[in-house]
């Protein structure tokens, strides 16, 4: 071990063989004067990357010393000698830091190491030979100590320093030239891909430099021969002067005009330009179509389109007398806003929403755009990119209007319930300022950058959920249901629209295949059962079909009645079978609202031995499971009053069961549904089945409203139901039911479970007098 006072090198390595000229600061002076009175002028130089010593360094013999010619300050040549690696620090004289080194010497050369050192000659010739240090490669050449050959790469530009320290940490020759060849071999690569870019980017240059030359002098060619000159900025200008623009457009446009003249026609900037001119000039600025103002032949026109949907025919025809009032009392643009409205459809799949906006536009006289925004995540593909985007394009409401031709078109926001936040923003936060009435009359596009006025635009918003709207969103819009058909109007549907489209479609005529009424309403009924007409027309797709082959083998007229419709469409899908359900207690037929409208739900329960409780299957929710517990804790405690068996209740293990356990179900509408099959199974009473129900239930026996009353008693009729349960408090949604559903549909509006169970259950009378409550 040899004690050494110790010289900190910042941010450089020092390897053996090296000579550095270091700029002395107080404590690397320190260590210089103890090297000088310790009389062999040898000291430590260790490296201190980031602030931190390294625990190798260098032993190094100072050369020479004293002041730099030009700033004075003190420095001194040091020369590396030998590696060492660092002990502990021990104390020592002056100011300097003093340490123990353990001094290392190298291991012994082999033949593999003079292998390897060839190969890096050769390598760090052909470096330093890209540089033209021709002096450098001789000195190389001559060298014949391997070590002090690996060690030279400490004054190599292209190694890092942690690669140096690599280097100064190694004792064998072998592993530090087999490192070098490595790092060489690497930065050859570098060079000679940063060469071949090089070149590329000077030939593009050369390339360019010559296309302009060219293109000045075919310019120069044209002027002499008198031809007419590309549209340039002067062409632009002229049609900007021209337009019929807004004032604040025309002066963004003029500004935009002026710098494509400055700018040069090689530049991509002056691509840019024209491209956002073409679409400010592509716009209709000041175009308006006309509305209709016969308010019934605008009502004929809707009637026409599509049977039902009277609720939102009656907001059209509203809108457009109101309009009509402002047009005649001269307030169409007081506040320099228009009575642009924001309608919300919403209804399950198939219903004709899509469709409705064709109509309305058609009632209004005004033009049609459909703008899908199912499963858009960037919020630029409504508020438009910046301009300083590569590929930039406005937004889609921009193009929606220049699709239209004019500013007040009927814009269809299509599935606006499927937009979702992505990583590029979230698309229905930059929606709220477009369908906001008090806002959309200086909307910004990002592309644009000038006030738009979307507010005589009738912006149509179309969704399945409404809950998958966002609130600040949907607060916006004005919401409108559409819950589906009835069996009547489905027929009607099918009869005046989709048997024309499918026998157009089909290449028949209504003279070769006919469908009878009472054949459309079987379809309707027993093959299909939905919300919309989506699957009515398909079954009428697939009569055609069948049809058309039964023509091509015999020409007579094919008429389609009910009884033939197995030999198109097969045995019925769909049967009534909540008598078949509930023929065992313990069953109790529920209604719910689903995405594709309202169904019907059947709940199970049953009892058996074991430890008491509830168990619960069919993929419930927490509000569903919720519910169940509720129900039978109002059971258990109201049992006796109500005449249930109280051995059934706390004394067996329950099950409830709501089938289709593949399908999620949640929500508070079958509280009394459950009620109703427990007391059912308790009593061993049936659940009469011309009953269907809907309700949240409480501890206190209370039945609170829910929603969806309309979907639910439509699929109530559907499914054959003859008599429902709603809570009292919903009996107002009694008077959006179509007239035909309520002639033929009993609807019970109650308030207490008490009376539900009086009226769902089977008479006590119907079981053996002879024997006590059914007990399972």
């Given at each position: 071990?040899?004690?050494?006072?110790?010289?900190?090198?910042?941010?450089?390595?020092?390897?053996?063989?090296?000579?550095?000229?270091?700029?002395?600061?107080?404590?690397?002076?320190?260590?210089?004067?103890?090297?000088?009175?310790?009389?062999?002028?040898?000291?430590?130089?260790?490296?201190?990357?980031?602030?931190?010593?390294?625990?190798?360094?260098?032993?190094?013999?100072?050369?020479?010393?004293?002041?730099?010619?030009?700033?004075?300050?003190?420095?001194?040549?040091?020369?590396?000698?030998?590696?060492?690696?660092?002990?502990?620090?021990?104390?020592?004289?002056?100011?300097?830091?003093?340490?123990?080194?353990?001094?290392?010497?190298?291991?012994?050369?082999?033949?593999?190491?003079?292998?390897?050192?060839?190969?890096?000659?050769?390598?760090?010739?052909?470096?330093?030979?890209?540089?033209?240090?021709?002096?450098?490669?001789?000195?190389?050449?001559?060298?014949?100590?391997?070590?002090?050959?690996?060690?030279?790469?400490?004054?190599?530009?292209?190694?890092?320093?942690?690669?140096?320290?690599?280097?100064?940490?190694?004792?064998?020759?072998?592993?530090?030239?087999?490192?070098?060849?490595?790092?060489?071999?690497?930065?050859?690569?570098?060079?000679?891909?940063?060469?071949?870019?090089?070149?590329?980017?000077?030939?593009?240059?050369?390339?360019?430099?010559?296309?302009?030359?060219?293109?000045?002098?075919?310019?120069?060619?044209?002027?002499?021969?008198?031809?007419?000159?590309?549209?340039?900025?002067?062409?632009?200008?002229?049609?900007?002067?021209?337009?019929?623009?807004?004032?604040?457009?025309?002066?963004?446009?003029?500004?935009?005009?002026?710098?494509?003249?400055?700018?040069?026609?090689?530049?991509?900037?002056?691509?840019?330009?024209?491209?956002?001119?073409?679409?400010?000039?592509?716009?209709?600025?000041?175009?308006?179509?006309?509305?209709?103002?016969?308010?019934?032949?605008?009502?004929?026109?809707?009637?026409?389109?599509?049977?039902?949907?009277?609720?939102?025919?009656?907001?059209?025809?509203?809108?457009?007398?109101?309009?009509?009032?402002?047009?005649?009392?001269?307030?169409?643009?007081?506040?320099?806003?228009?009575?642009?409205?924001?309608?919300?459809?919403?209804?399950?799949?198939?219903?004709?929403?899509?469709?409705?906006?064709?109509?309305?536009?058609?009632?209004?006289?005004?033009?049609?755009?459909?703008?899908?925004?199912?499963?858009?995540?960037?919020?630029?593909?409504?508020?438009?990119?910046?301009?300083?985007?590569?590929?930039?394009?406005?937004?889609?409401?921009?193009?929606?209007?220049?699709?239209?031709?004019?500013?007040?078109?009927?814009?269809?926001?299509?599935?606006?319930?499927?937009?979702?936040?992505?990583?590029?923003?979230?698309?229905?936060?930059?929606?709220?300022?477009?369908?906001?009435?008090?806002?959309?009359?200086?909307?910004?596009?990002?592309?644009?950058?000038?006030?738009?006025?979307?507010?005589?635009?009738?912006?149509?918003?179309?969704?399945?959920?409404?809950?998958?709207?966002?609130?600040?969103?949907?607060?916006?819009?004005?919401?409108?249901?559409?819950?589906?058909?009835?069996?009547?109007?489905?027929?009607?549907?099918?009869?005046?629209?989709?048997?024309?489209?499918?026998?157009?479609?089909?290449?028949?005529?209504?003279?070769?295949?006919?469908?009878?009424?009472?054949?459309?309403?079987?379809?309707?009924?027993?093959?299909?059962?939905?919300?919309?007409?989506?699957?009515?027309?398909?079954?009428?797709?697939?009569?055609?079909?069948?049809?058309?082959?039964?023509?091509?083998?015999?020409?007579?007229?094919?008429?389609?009645?009910?009884?033939?419709?197995?030999?198109?469409?097969?045995?019925?899908?769909?049967?009534?079978?909540?008598?078949?359900?509930?023929?065992?207690?313990?069953?109790?037929?529920?209604?719910?609202?689903?995405?594709?409208?309202?169904?019907?739900?059947?709940?199970?329960?049953?009892?058996?031995?074991?430890?008491?409780?509830?168990?619960?299957?069919?993929?419930?929710?927490?509000?569903?499971?919720?519910?169940?517990?509720?129900?039978?804790?109002?059971?258990?405690?109201?049992?006796?009053?109500?005449?249930?068996?109280?051995?059934?209740?706390?004394?067996?293990?329950?099950?409830?069961?709501?089938?289709?356990?593949?399908?999620?179900?949640?929500?508070?509408?079958?509280?009394?549904?459950?009620?109703?099959?427990?007391?059912?199974?308790?009593?061993?009473?049936?659940?009469?089945?011309?009953?269907?129900?809907?309700?949240?239930?409480?501890?206190?026996?209370?039945?609170?409203?829910?929603?969806?009353?309309?979907?639910?008693?439509?699929?109530?009729?559907?499914?054959?139901?003859?008599?429902?349960?709603?809570?009292?408090?919903?009996?107002?949604?009694?008077?959006?039911?179509?007239?035909?559903?309520?002639?033929?549909?009993?609807?019970?509006?109650?308030a207490d479970v008490a009376d539900v169970l009086k009226l769902a259950l089977a008479p006590a009378a119907s079981i053996n007098d002879d024997r006590d409550l059914v007990t399972v």
């Open positions: 071990m040899t004690t050494l006072p110790v010289l900190p090198l910042n941010d450089a390595v020092l390897l053996p063989g090296m000579v550095i000229s270091v700029t002395l600061d107080p404590s690397t002076q320190a260590a210089v004067d103890a090297a000088r009175a310790a009389g062999d002028k040898t000291l430590l130089v260790v490296p201190r990357l980031d602030g931190d010593y390294a625990t190798h360094g260098v032993t190094a013999i100072i050369e020479k010393s004293g002041r730099l010619a030009g700033s004075g300050e003190p420095a001194a040549v040091l020369r590396g000698v030998s590696r060492a690696r660092i002990g502990s620090g021990v104390p020592g004289p002056g100011a300097a830091l003093w340490v123990e080194a353990d001094i290392l010497t190298d291991a012994p050369v082999t033949g593999k190491t003079r292998e390897l050192a060839r190969e890096y000659k050769a390598l760090l010739t052909s470096l330093l030979q890209q540089r033209g240090a021709w002096q450098v490669i001789d000195a190389v050449d001559r060298i014949t100590d391997l070590a002090e050959l690996a060690d030279t790469a400490g004054y190599a530009p292209w190694l890092t320093l942690p690669q140096k320290m690599e280097l100064l940490e190694s004792a064998d020759v072998t592993h530090r030239l087999e490192q070098l060849i490595g790092w060489a071999r690497e930065h050859l690569a570098e060079q000679e891909i940063a060469e071949q870019i090089g070149n590329d980017v000077r030939e593009g240059i050369e390339k360019s430099q010559r296309e302009f030359l060219l293109r000045q002098q075919l310019a120069a060619i044209r002027k002499e021969l008198g031809e007419d000159e590309p549209e340039g900025s002067a062409d632009y200008r002229s049609r900007v002067e021209a337009a019929d623009l807004p004032e604040k457009v025309r002066e963004a446009a003029l500004r935009e005009v002026d710098k494509l003249e400055r700018a040069s026609d090689a530049t991509p900037e002056a691509g840019w330009i024209r491209t956002w001119l073409d679409t400010v000039l592509d716009l209709p600025w000041n175009t308006r179509t006309e509305d209709n103002t016969d308010l019934a032949a605008a009502r004929a026109v809707l009637d026409a389109d599509h049977a039902g949907l009277s609720d939102v025919k009656d907001r059209i025809i509203e809108h457009l007398a109101v309009r009509n009032r402002r047009a005649a009392k001269g307030l169409q643009t007081v506040g320099g806003r228009g009575s642009g409205a924001v309608l919300a459809l919403a209804g399950p799949p198939g219903v004709g929403k899509t469709s409705l906006g064709e109509s309305v536009a058609r009632a209004l006289g005004r033009n049609f755009v459909r703008v899908s925004l199912g499963g858009v995540r960037d919020e630029a593909e409504i508020r438009g990119h910046r301009r300083t985007y590569v590929g930039a394009l406005p937004g889609r409401l921009v193009r929606a209007l220049r699709e239209a031709g004019s500013m007040n078109p009927v814009i269809l926001l299509d599935e606006v319930d499927k937009v979702s936040a992505g990583y590029a923003g979230d698309p229905a936060a930059a929606l709220l300022e477009v369908l906001d009435p008090a806002q959309n009359h200086t909307f910004r596009d990002h592309y644009l950058e000038v006030d738009l006025d979307l507010s005589d635009v009738l912006f149509l918003a179309t969704a399945n959920v409404v809950e998958s709207i966002p609130g600040p969103l949907l607060d916006r819009m004005e919401l409108v249901t559409l819950d589906g058909y009835t069996e009547q109007e489905k027929v009607a549907i099918a009869r005046d629209h989709l048997l024309p489209r499918q026998l157009d479609r089909a290449g028949l005529t209504a003279d070769e295949v006919t469908v009878t009424d009472e054949a459309l309403g079987k379809v309707a009924a027993e093959h299909t059962r939905e919300a919309g007409v989506r699957q009515l027309e398909r079954a009428l797709a697939k009569i055609l079909r069948k049809a058309a082959v039964k023509l091509a083998a015999d020409a007579e007229p094919i008429s389609v009645g009910a009884d033939e419709l197995k030999d198109y469409l097969g045995r019925p899908r769909f049967t009534p079978e909540s008598a078949e359900r509930t023929a065992t207690p313990g069953v109790a037929t529920g209604l719910a609202v689903t995405g594709a409208g309202g169904d019907v739900l059947f709940i199970e329960a049953t009892a058996m031995d074991g430890e008491p409780g509830l168990t619960l299957t069919g993929q419930l929710g927490d509000v569903m499971k919720e519910s169940a517990h509720i129900a039978l804790s109002y059971l258990r405690s109201h049992g006796r009053e109500l005449g249930l068996d109280p051995n059934v209740l706390a004394g067996k293990r329950i099950h409830l069961h709501v089938p289709a356990g593949a399908v999620p179900k949640d929500g508070p509408s079958a509280g009394i549904t459950m009620v109703t099959a427990l007391a059912s199974l308790a009593a061993g009473r049936p659940v009469r089945p011309e009953f269907g129900m809907t309700g949240e239930v409480t501890l206190a026996g209370r039945v609170l409203p829910i929603g969806g009353v309309k979907q639910k008693l439509l699929a109530a009729h559907r499914a054959g139901l003859t008599e429902v349960i709603i809570p009292a408090r919903n009996e107002p949604d009694l008077d959006d039911l179509p007239t035909e559903v309520r002639d033929v549909l009993k609807v019970h509006v109650l």
